[in-house]
């Protein structure tokens, strides 16, 4: 929303429209017949991704550490290669969480979903 404010030259921060995001996803709620969540069709084909708090989150469970680690250097070669970069977060010594989300825009964009396919898109091993 706020990059739809600043290309058509407004200032997402003035008064006025320093709350435009928060109305328009109230609105959402309450249009009959509209499904809540804007993200719903690019969800589609994300397994396991959730929208969390402006972000887009998936935990993977792998069946050792070094597979963790090279898990997440997979995902940083991607991120690296779309200049997008994600946090990522190691523990239970084979569990990587990732989250999506682009600061700059002030939430989600199509850059995190089309990551979100890349690195589900990623060969990973399941634990036994």
Not at 29 to 43: F, R
Not at 60 to 79: N, V
Not at 91 to 114: M, P, Q
């Amino acid at each position: 929303m706020r990059r739809i404010l600043s290309n058509v030259g407004e200032n997402p921060a003035r008064d006025g429209l320093l709350n435009t995001p928060k109305r328009v996803r109230r609105m959402y709620g309450e249009l009959p017949g509209v499904v809540t969540c804007p993200y719903s069709l690019p969800m589609r084909s994300l397994l396991g991704w959730e929208v969390r708090a402006n972000q887009l989150v998936r935990t993977y469970t792998l069946p050792s550490f070094t597979h963790a680690i090279m898990f997440i250097g997979a995902i940083g070669q991607l991120a690296e290669a779309a200049n997008h970069h994600p946090d990522l977060r190691l523990f239970g010594y084979r569990h990587v969480t990732i989250e999506l989300t682009t600061h700059s825009a002030g939430g989600l964009t199509r850059r995190d979903f089309d990551l979100a396919r890349q690195i589900q898109a990623l060969p990973h091993k399941q634990p036994k």
